[in-house]
């Protein structure tokens, strides 16, 4: 168990649907990284955020939107969906700005229909 | 563009033998690479890591080689057990800026 916490497990939606995927850090870790996993991907970068400032971007869709809240938890909002959206989401957290040293949550697959 | 590869989607190696698994990338400022395990219905979790000023570290069973002038990393996993049967992420860090993450590679341990 790395501590990192997501919700839901699993999600199916229609397209043009809009859905929010929860994510708990690690106690006491400070940033909060977003992943995507499509099929026969590699981990896709999203967003992260540092104590609820984004701090870096990466390659984020304008339809998809994310905030860090004053409790370290974080919300990834997907809008929109489009078949193509299906893919596996996975939040990070690491105690400070470096992604390597992160911890990663189990993850949430996303069925888009 | 995909600047960090593995191009061997899968692995089938037997149990007590030694798995290789390798890893190709493509930026030079890369400076920092980690290797990542993926069980099923997991999250990665982080297995071992090298700085470009090293060549070799190892970590009890598992050694990652680096080879700088060929942008070229690899996963020594010795022996091999059937625990180790998971996907294996390769990952690659440019300096300040965001980790980047290969395929992945499965790695099938059998007896």
């Known amino acids: 168990d790395s501590g990192v916490t997501q919700t839901p497990k699993h999600l199916i939606t229609a397209t043009g649907q809009r859905v929010t995927l929860r994510c708990s850090p690690r106690?006491?870790?400070?940033?909060v990284y977003w992943y995507q996993q499509s099929l026969d991907q590699g981990l896709q970068f999203l967003i992260q955020?540092?104590?609820?400032?984004?701090?870096a971007k990466g390659n984020i869709l304008e339809r998809f939107s994310a905030q860090q809240f004053p409790d370290l938890h974080s919300e990834l909002n997907l809008s929109s969906l489009e078949l193509g959206d299906s893919a596996l989401y996975f939040c990070?957290?690491?105690?400070?700005?470096?992604?390597?040293?992160?911890?990663f949550g189990q993850g949430t697959r996303l069925t888009v229909v | 563009d995909q600047q960090v590869k593995q191009n061997s989607p899968s692995l089938s190696v037997q149990e007590g033998r030694i798995s290789i698994l390798n890893c190709d990338y493509t930026?030079?400022?890369?400076?920092?690479f980690l290797w990542y395990k993926k069980y099923p219905a997991e999250g990665p979790t982080f297995l071992i890591s090298?700085?470009?000023?090293?060549d070799k570290n190892e970590d009890g069973r598992f050694t990652v080689f680096l080879n700088k002038s060929a942008k070229h990393l690899s996963l020594h996993i010795v022996p091999s057990q059937p625990g180790d049967s998971a996907v294996y992420f390769c990952?690659?860090?440019?300096?300040?800026?965001?980790?980047?993450f290969g395929t992945g590679t499965r790695l099938q341990v059998f007896p």
């Open positions: 090298i700085s470009s000023i090293k």
């Open positions: 955020y540092y104590n609820g400032e984004e701090r």
């Open positions: 106690s006491g870790d400070l940033s």
């Open positions: 930026n030079s400022m890369f400076d920092y």
């Open positions: 990070a957290s690491s105690p400070t700005r470096l992604d390597t040293e992160a911890f």
């Open positions: 990952a690659a860090s440019p300096h300040t800026d965001k980790l980047i």
